[in-house]
């Protein structure tokens, strides 16, 4: 698959010729699959590949996206997206558990049952359009980024499964102290329950494979961008191009060459990350993704300081503080639903 970013966003995604069969995608469901038989836990999630990570409400199942099945379409996801979500192996099984998690709900109907209720609350509570974290919560476990478990009872029924099921998991001495310590607890106990059950719901649909989806990558993608609020060429150009220097200076006062924007922030990387954290309440991992992307777009760019470092540096404070808030309050599409 050697094409152009051009040839393949005018590509239909079921003409991609993508499976999961011979790719790294087979190692990481097997190893879900030995997770879940280390707990004694019968039941295993099919999976698929499709437009994006979610698991359906009536399906016991896992939909994988289309990009983790072949290099050369993460490339175009990290172009298109500036990430690519599940493409290393820690970050695959972070997301394989949380959906394994909606799937074994699903197959056992763990949601009706009063006790869940109690725990999580209402699964038929409508998904918020928003949602604003509390960083500081001990009443929910951390898992995935933007503290997903916030956003809805089911999420925070996968997101504490995940934690659960995560080979030595040492969550009984890290959420001892925890409110979220009784969620945790609970999941212990229902999958004693349920761990050698047949499970009630059994379906292997498929639904929406790759397969039979017409849509273009083109299409696909500006419908994502929009979804995150981010802008035809990068969410961050124009407050990098507000900050730095589009076009190289010849000479700087002194008669030295503009050192690049790309390797200013790199090198200011770990007290912007530090400072920022402190005044959002975002974990360090967070931050740091929004310098990343910062730094990735500012050397495409080519861009080059235009003031004093000491200058650039309180603006870029300011800069990756307001992405940083932003990237919070739209945290909830992070992973499909």
């Given amino acids: 698959m050697n094409w152009s970013d051009e040839k393949l966003l005018d590509m239909r995604m079921c003409d991609l010729g993508v499976q999961l069969e011979g790719t790294p995608l087979e190692d ?56 690519v979500e599940g493409g290393t192996v820690s970050c695959c099984m972070r997301i394989l558990r949380h959906e394994a998690g909606h799937a074994l709900d699903t197959a056992y109907r763990l949601h009706r049952r009063r006790k869940w209720q109690a725990v999580f609350g209402k699964n038929s509570a409508p998904y918020p359009t928003y949602y604003q974290p509390k960083p500081y919560s001990r009443s929910y476990v951390v898992h ?26 040492p969550w009984r001495k890290q959420y001892a102290d925890w409110p979220a310590y009784k969620k945790l607890v609970y999941v212990d106990q229902v999958m004693d329950d349920v761990r050698s059950k047949s499970p ?18 083109r299409e696909h993608y500006a419908a994502k961008r929009e979804h995150y609020g981010i802008g035809a060429n990068s969410y961050y150009d124009r407050d990098l191009r507000r900050l730095f220097a589009e076009v190289p200076r010849a000479h700087l006062k002194n008669g030295s060459r503009p050192a690049t924007a790309a390797s ?43 003031h004093s470092e000491q200058d650039s540096k309180r603006d870029a404070l300011a800069m990756v503080v307001v992405h940083t808030m932003k990237l919070l309050q739209r945290g909830h599409h992070r992973v499909a639903l």
């Fill in 28 to 83: 990481r469901m097997a190893k879900l699959y030995r997770e879940l038989e280390q707990q004694g836990i019968r039941f295993r999630p099919h999976c698929w590949l499709s437009e994006d990570w979610f698991s359906p409400d009536d399906v016991p199942g896992i939909a994988i996206p289309f990009y983790l099945a072949h290099p050369r379409l993460m490339r175009l996801e990290k172009k298109q997206l500036l990430e």
């Fill in 264 to 306: 200013f922030l790199r090198r200011v990387r770990p007290e912007l990350r530090r400072v920022t954290a402190e005044w959002t309440g975002a974990s360090p991992y967070t931050v740091d993704q929004v310098l990343r992307e910062m730094i990735d777009r500012a050397r495409e760019l080519k861009l080059r300081l235009a």
């Fill in 144 to 169: 995935l980024d933007q503290w997903y478990a916030q956003s809805h009872p089911a999420e925070d029924f996968a997101e504490t499964f995940a934690v659960w099921l995560k080979p030595r998991s």
């Fill in 200 to 217: 009630p719901v059994r379906s292997r649909r498929r639904v929406d494979p790759v397969h039979r989806i017409k849509k273009t990558l």
